[in-house]
């Protein structure tokens, strides 16, 4: 069974986030930010709606 994977707006001020992984230059329809749907430093998939940091190396996933 697959873990959902979610692609997170990557501003800390913003609570966005859908289902689904995000390509490279899609960006938050409210804020215009990155998504972030798998972590910039081990490539793990970004499997909470909540995360701020990777579930597995602790890289960090929001700005700020
Ligand atoms: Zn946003
Ligand atoms: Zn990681």
Redesign the pocket.
């Known amino acids: 069974m697959a873990a959902t994977t979610y692609s997170l ?1 990557r ?1 800390n001020y ?1 609570g ?1 986030y859908r289902e689904g992984a995000a390509d490279a230059e899609e960006r ?1 329809p ?4 990155r998504l972030v749907s798998k972590c910039p430093s081990c490539g793990e998939a970004v499997t909470s709606n909540a995360a701020r940091n990777c579930a597995k190396c602790g890289a960090v996933l929001k700005d700020r």
Do not use: F, G, V
Not at 30 to 33: A, D, G, L, Q
């Open positions: 707006c501003a913003c966005y938050c409210s804020c215009r930010t």
